[in-house]
Each structure stands twice: as structure tokens, then as C-alpha cells.
């Protein structure tokens, strides 16, 4: 009995760790994109370096601009680069008074707000093959990307990055790897043998 105890609590423990490590989707329905320099993914919206008029060394940061029409319940997600050198790099960002590390902040336009991350240093470099800032959706009104503008060492935009890049461009760009990422899959997939084994699955908390 008591090796059937310790088995169950070593089951139990498993469990803890699978829901801990994997990632809950965000609610991308939430989410619609009006502008070419973002793409929508089933858990993000990719915000792609590549294939534009300025070298990838030049970007430090980048500025997503939407729209909300319903703030009564706030909103906020992750904004995160990701390239070869910097995998998963995610800081959260929320509306302005929330307490998050990013604030967005009204424009003075109706419903329009925008949300900044500037870093210190250039973000991606030159032997990057993906060079991408990805924003998800965690909570919160629906929201419209209306526009992406990224930014350099001064913090103002390196160009329009809402005009389509060239065919040229682009057909470069499609050829290359979006992101770095493993599919959570793997660990959807542990989750689903251990819960054979007759143990409640837990759910897990969103990853920050």
C-alpha cells in the first residue's frame, strides 16, 4: 500500500511539472490584423524584420499601434522577440495603470492605442536566418493591429513598415525560418500518457 502511495504522489508530481512547463494558447480570436507587417499565427501575431528597407542590425525596438473599443476590462498579453540569438525573449504588456512591464497608451485618437518595446542595444543580428517580434493576446477586449513601425537606436521609426515589402523581398523572406520554436506538442502529448494512467490533469497557468 505504501509503494502504491508513493507511486501515486510521483504520478501527482509529474503532472505538477508537465502543466507548469506547457504553454496555454493565448485567445488569438481576439485578435485581427489590418496591416502587411504582421501576420497571424494560431497562438501570436508575427511581426517580421526580414525582407524590409533597413538591415535587421538596425532595429532596437518596435511599436505596435490598435484599435480597442471595449477597455472597460483592460487588455494585455506578451510582447516578444525571437530570432536565432534571442529564442523566446517575452516581456508582458497590459493597459496603461495595470502594473505590467509595458504599458499601452492611448493616442488621442478613438479606441487607438500603442504599445512600445525599445531596447538598449541593436535586437537581432546580421547571420540571424528569422528575425521576428511576436505579440500575443491573454486577456482582455478584442484588439486591431493597425499598424507596426520598428524602431532604431533614437527610438523613431527605421521606415513604413505597414508598405508591403518588394517580391523580391518577400519571396527571400518566405524562404527563410519564421521562428525558433518547438511545438508544445511534446508536452501536450506527456500530459495525455500520464492522464492515462487514471490522475486528474490539472490545469497549467500561463506562461510570463
Known amino acids: 500500500m505504501r509503494i502504491k502511495k508513493l507511486f501515486a504522489a510521483a504520478l501527482a ?23 502587411d507587417a504582421a501576420e497571424k499565427d494560431s497562438d501570436f ?11 535587421i542590425t538596425d532595429v532596437y525596438g518596435v511599436k505596435v499601434t490598435f484599435t480597442c473599443a471595449d477597455m472597460s476590462g483592460g487588455v494585455g498579453g506578451g510582447l516578444i522577440i ?14 496603461d495603470g495595470a502594473g505590467k512591464e ?20 541593436p535586437v537581432f543580428q546580421a547571420d ?17 493591429i493597425t499598424d507596426v513601425q520598428f524602431l532604431g537606436a533614437d527610438g523613431k521609426s527605421l521606415a513604413a513598415a505597414t508598405t508591403a515589402p518588394t517580391e523580391s523581398n518577400n ?28 490522475v486528474v490533469v490539472a490545469k497549467g497557468k500561463k506562461e510570463k
Not at 24 to 29: E, F, H, P, Q
Request: overall charge negative.
Open 13 to 35: 508530481a509529474g503532472l505538477c511539472f508537465v502543466s507548469a512547463v506547457t504553454p496555454v494558447k493565448a485567445d488569438m480570436s481576439n485578435v485581427e490584423v489590418a496591416t
Open 45 to 55: 501575431v508575427r511581426l517580421s524584420a526580414m525582407g524590409k528597407d533597413f538591415a
Open 82 to 95: 525571437n530570432c536565432d540569438t534571442d529564442g523566446w525573449n517575452q516581456v508582458e504588456w497590459g493597459n
Open 102 to 121: 509595458i504599458t499601452a497608451v492611448a493616442t488621442g485618437k478613438a479606441d487607438e492605442y500603442t504599445v512600445t518595446r525599445l531596447e538598449s542595444a
Open 128 to 144: 540571424n536566418t528569422y528575425a521576428n517580434f511576436c505579440i500575443s493576446h491573454w486577456w482582455g477586449g478584442s484588439i486591431v
Open 171 to 198: 519571396a527571400a523572406a518566405s524562404a527563410l525560418p519564421k521562428t525558433g520554436l518547438v511545438s508544445g506538442m511534446v508536452f501536450l502529448a506527456t500530459g495525455a500518457m500520464i492522464s492515462g494512467a487514471g
